[in-house]
């Protein structure tokens, strides 16, 4: 299929799903489509990535996520749905692991019907760096294979806990990877991008 990835092995390969828009808020379509096109564009830019073009995630878009990923050579997938209850606009966005259709990451973010556009780029913005920091942590973490038995046990439990994807979690990941940077200095700045990857929901003062 077009758009099923050839990357380097070991590297996020994340496909963006439409936007679904329920009947009740058919008015929203345009700015589904509009966030679709511009998360795609804007995660594009991260090197550390590979996306799946919107046409393609398009074409597999009512499979399951394991087929989806199948089908794309996608390692995960992104699916949103936008909302409305009178003028209140909410997006609800989630992370899923393909292989064995997990979820990692899920944001709830409200946007107010009288300025919905011109909160686009903050929307888009705001779910981008959260994916990025993610995956970019995820996979440096997993590739990497440490001497001290020690250490790659820490790593594997930091992971778990990142996976859960909730303030506290997170904050006990923080935590295991400063023993990490401790225990293997050598490895530092690459620690860090799971440091990184941890604040991720404590960041976002509206989660």
Known sequence: MEGAARIVPGTPVIAVMP??????????????????E????????FRSLAVISPNSARAVADLSDVEAGSRLGASHVM??????HKEQLRLRASLIACAK????????????GSDMFSLRDEVVGRITSSLHARLDGIARAEARCSADPKVHGLVLHGLHLLRRGTPETDEKARAIFEQVLARDPANAGQRRADQAAAHGNEEDPQR
């Open 19 to 36: 936007i679904s828009v329920p009947r009740t808020a058919k008015q929203a379509e345009l700015l589904a489509e509009g966030l679709h």
């Open 79 to 84: 699916r949103a749905r936008l909302d409305q």
């Open 38 to 45: 511009d998360i795609c564009a804007a995660l594009s830019r």
């Open 101 to 112: 259709a997990r979820q990692l990451w899920v944001d709830d973010i409200p946007i107010s």
